[in-house]
């Protein structure tokens, strides 16, 4: 079986191409795009672009996690939040809206007035105890696809792709023990998140071991640190060239759906890309 929206919204097949995903930063403090989505109206205006370059699936964030970004409340985050996705929920109906949190009270707000997917950076472990993890358990009682992203506070491995992959498995075996089913379950190795430079570029390089963990697979390089790095480019708006290197990599290794900044650059590379992945077949 394939995801499900709650809302009965179609979800676009992951297994048929590599989807992609229009980042929305409702923040102004996002490291490369804060405060250019300031309001509904211009939120409105965004979306059309980005579906029209051809996003499957805008991906909505109200907090930044960059690092040292400051963290908001979930009253300023559902503030930023519930109103943009009412208003793309009437202007796009049939558009899928994941909303990028990692508090259950924010996913269960947004799911309500009609987000489809959540994505959650701290990959269902915020808040959660012996008791269960309640974002888990906030997706699997609304019936929501949850993608899992791994994230440490700090880049401390004695065994790096180890110590990753059983931080995933945890985090999948807590979203199906609270009642999640495994087709509604995605994973992202969290590329800029709690790792060195080198430690992400092995991410993308050895990628086909987070896909052969059995979940379909979210990378987002998009215009992070890491790529100005590789390029020697301060301007987080110069390294696309990196980005859209590093999606192709990640679609040779399995990855199966791309966030990205840059839908209308990233696009025909991913249509090449998929071409080289499912040969004549596809």
């Known amino acids: 079986m394939s995801w499900r929206s709650p809302h009965g919204t179609p979800l676009p097949d992951w297994r048929k191409r590599t989807l992609i995903m229009g980042i929305m930063n409702l923040t102004p403090d996002s490291f490369s795009d804060g405060g250019q989505v300031a309001d509904v109206e211009s939120a409105v205006r965004r979306a059309e672009i980005l579906v029209k370059e051809g996003a499957d699936i805008l991906d909505l964030g109200a907090e930044s996690t960059r690092p040292g970004a400051s963290p908001v409340d979930a009253r300023t985050e559902l503030a930023r939040l519930l109103p943009v996705i009412k ?76 110590e990753v992959l059983a931080d995933l498995r945890g985090s999948i075996r807590v979203s199906l023990d609270a009642g999640v089913p495994a087709e509604q379950l995605w994973t992202d190795p969290g590329f800029g998140f709690g790792k060195t430079p080198a430690q992400n570029i092995m991410l993308v390089r050895n990628l086909e071991l987070i896909a052969a963990l059995g979940f379909p697979v979210l990378l987002g390089t998009s215009r992070k640190s890491t790529l100005g790095l590789m390029m020697k480019e301060a301007d987080p708006l110069k390294r696309l060239p990196a980005g859209i290197a590093t999606a192709v990599w990640g679609v040779a290794q399995g990855c199966s759906m791309v966030r990205t900044h840059d839908v209308a650059e990233l696009r025909p590379f991913l249509v090449a890309a998929d071409a080289l992945r499912h040969g004549t077949d596809g």
């Not at 959650?120 to 105890?129: L, Q, S, T």
């Not at 696809?145 to 506070?153: K, V």
Request: charged share 20%; glycine share 6%; proline share 9%.
């Open 87 to 162: 208003a793309l929920r009437r202007q796009f109906p049939a558009l899928p809206i994941s909303i990028d949190t990692y508090k259950a009270s924010v996913a269960q707000a947004g799911i309500e007035v009609g987000a489809d997917i959540v994505n959650d950076v701290e990959g269902g472990r915020f808040e959660a105890d012996s008791k269960g993890s309640p974002m888990a358990s906030a997706c699997a009682r609304l019936h929501c696809p949850l993608i899992l992203m791994h994230r440490r506070p700090t880049p401390s491995y004695q065994d790096f792709w180890p």
